[in-house]
């Protein structure tokens, strides 16, 4: 594939740009023609593409001084992808986008209200143990470990979660989104999520688990981070 160079005008690319789509591999930026489905998309996708297009249309009808305000506060808050380092931020639109979605998968989409990023705090889950709670859900049970803050009931945590045989991979676009309905009371607290029974027909499976913390006050995300653990039913 063809390889982008930096130049004085851009010192890195990713994305897609009209048909052409950027990409990064082992450090180096390549190009190519962009690639397009037939395949629609599924429910769940074309839900999450309609939540988009929303947030996308709100950032658009803010005035000119909300989303200075926007692009202010984001000026304080790191980017998660390439370039890295030499104080690059993201964008006051991407941090709008973010707090957006955030309100949205906590079930109040909403305009958000520009905010000073506040640091998360430091979080790790655990894997309990889970069981059928009827024919067709299981209860998967995590400990969730909060440091650096007083205010636990503040935070929310969305958790990608796919079921495997065991020592099976991890697929990101099999993964399905899970809102523990559980609040943090605690430094330590134990959290739930419910999931189909789709592959419970296993005596023992492994549990991936991509997650992440909303803040309900803000509806900022954190970075995620992964969990994977063998289990059973009733372990």
């Known amino acids: 594939m063809p390889r982008f160079y930096p130049d004085a005008l851009f010192s890195d690319c990713w994305s897609s740009v009209g048909d052409?789509?950027?990409?990064?591999?082992?450090?180096?930026?390549?190009?190519?023609?962009?690639?397009?489905s037939e395949f629609a998309g599924t429910a769940?996708?074309?839900?999450?593409?309609?939540l988009h297009q929303r947030a996308i249309k709100a950032w658009r009808e803010l005035t000119s001084k909300q989303q200075?305000?926007?692009?202010?506060?984001?000026e304080g808050v790191a980017a998660h992808r390439p370039p890295y380092g030499d104080g690059n931020s993201i964008?006051?639109?991407?941090?709008?986008?973010?707090?957006?979605?955030?309100?949205?998968?906590?079930?109040?989409?909403?305009v958000p209200v520009p905010r000073r990023f506040e640091a998360f705090p430091i979080f790790s889950l655990d894997?309990?143990?889970?069981?059928?709670?009827?024919?067709f859900d299981v209860e998967l049970r995590f400990r969730l470990t909060l440091c650096g803050t007083e205010e636990f009931s503040r935070y929310r945590v969305l958790g990608k979660i796919q079921i495997t045989e065991p020592g099976g991979g991890c697929?990101?676009?099999?993964?399905?989104?899970?809102?523990s309905p559980s609040v943090p009371e605690s430094s330590s607290s134990e959290i739930v999520f419910t999931v189909p029974r789709n592959r419970m027909d296993l005596e023992v499976f492994q549990v991936h688990v991509r997650y992440l913390l909303i803040d309900s006050v803000t509806g900022y995300r954190s970075i995620y981070h992964s969990v994977s653990a063998i289990a059973n039913i009733d372990s």
């Open 20 to 36: 052409v789509t950027f990409y990064h591999r082992n450090g180096v930026c390549y190009f190519r023609s962009k690639a397009y």
């Open 91 to 110: 964008s006051g639109y991407n941090l709008f986008v973010s707090a957006y979605h955030g309100f949205a998968q906590l079930g109040d989409e909403r």
């Open 44 to 50: 769940e996708q074309l839900e999450q593409k309609s």
């Open 127 to 135: 894997f309990v143990g889970c069981e059928a709670v009827s024919l």
């Open 171 to 179: 697929h990101p676009g099999l993964m399905r989104n899970y809102l």
């Open 68 to 74: 200075n305000k926007w692009r202010k506060y984001a």
